[in-house]
């Protein structure tokens, strides 16, 4: 699943193939890609002679900006943008196509049919779900130590399940927040309101920090892709922790383990990431040893 990295190389990407183009009609292939409107000849009507003026992000939504309209774009699982010469055959999974005035298409293709796509008017897309309950945005410069520790308050919450509310802290998937935590030394059960204030000051830097270098990789690709089928999507990055299970951590040696937490699967140097010994915390989660084992093998298959 794209993450924050991901999205915003699409989004750069994106923006530098269409901005300036002018939409002629619009094909719907699979109505349930759209949202609102629901109706495809509705969402084509709006969008047919309008030109696109930017590509912006809102966590992990793009933000496809028309004059006087905009359509917010969900990519979920396997959605992927790309840009065709409208000769171009059109390949299995083309859901919608954003016929242009210059002979070429934007075409949205999804093998599983989680995208979304919502209309708005200017403005009104960032007051009305889904975008309205997002949370801070880690890349933006307003995103300083003091607006991290505002977002997460006083919880008590483990940090990584917290991290991963989108309602808290837009864009983090299960990928940068076992980089981060990783890189900042906290172990994924660490309660929020235990941490030291160093560690909240570790951990906000080491967000900012993976996610730029994550997009700086993102961008560093995004040339070949356009110069190609202009398609895009995923990236590789070098990692620290995630998926890297019984590999050496790249700080210590030891070998990286694997468990889950709050349902998801976790990478942890267990020397460099200690598990929290205080509070309800530690004794909790012996407690829930035998469980949460039962909970692994179910998820070992996901590929988490
Ligand atoms: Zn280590």
Not at 6 to 22: H, Y
Not at 66 to 89: F, I, Q, T
Not at 184 to 206: D, S, V
Not at 214 to 232: L, R, T
Request: charged share 25%; proline share 6%; glycine share 10%.
């Amino acid at each position: 699943m794209p993450e924050l990295p991901e999205v915003e190389t699409v989004r750069r990407t994106l923006n530098q193939l269409i901005a300036g183009k002018r939409i002629e009609r619009v094909t719907v292939n699979l109505p349930r890609i759209l949202q609102k409107p629901d109706d495809p000849l509705l969402f084509a009507a709006e969008l047919e002679g309008r030109t696109f003026q930017s590509v912006e992000r809102r966590g992990k939504f793009l933000r496809l900006v028309l004059d006087g309209l905009v359509l917010v774009s969900h990519l979920r699982m396997e959605g992927r943008y790309g840009l065709y010469d409208k000769k171009e055959p059109q390949e299995l999974h083309t859901h919608v196509i954003f016929h242009f005035t210059d002979g070429t298409e934007l075409r949205y293709k999804d093998v599983r049919q989680f995208g979304t796509m919502h209309l708005f008017l200017p403005g009104e897309e960032l007051q009305a779900p889904p975008l309205n309950k997002l949370g801070v945005e880690p890349l933006d410069e307003r995103f300083t130590l003091d607006a991290f520790r505002r977002a997460l308050g006083n919880r008590s919450t483990k940090i990584k399940p917290l991290l991963l509310n989108q309602e808290v802290v837009v864009g983090l998937g299960n990928i940068y927040v076992d980089e981060a935590l990783h890189s900042a030394g906290i172990h994924p059960e660490t309660p929020w309101n235990e941490l030291k204030r160093k560690e909240q000051e570790n951990l906000h830097a080491a967000i900012v920090e993976t996610l730029s270098s994550a997009v700086e990789a993102g961008g560093s690709s995004i040339k070949s892709y356009v110069n190609g089928q202009g398609e895009m999507g995923l990236f590789q990055h070098s990692l620290k922790a995630y998926g890297r299970t019984g590999e050496p951590c790249r700080n210590c040696g030891t070998p990286i383990e694997k468990s889950v937490v709050g349902g998801r699967g976790t990478h942890v140097c267990p020397k460099c990431q200690k598990q929290p010994r205080t509070g309800n915390a530690a004794n909790g989660s012996a407690a829930r040893q035998p469980r949460r084992n039962a909970v692994k093998r179910r998820l070992d298959g996901e590929g988490l």
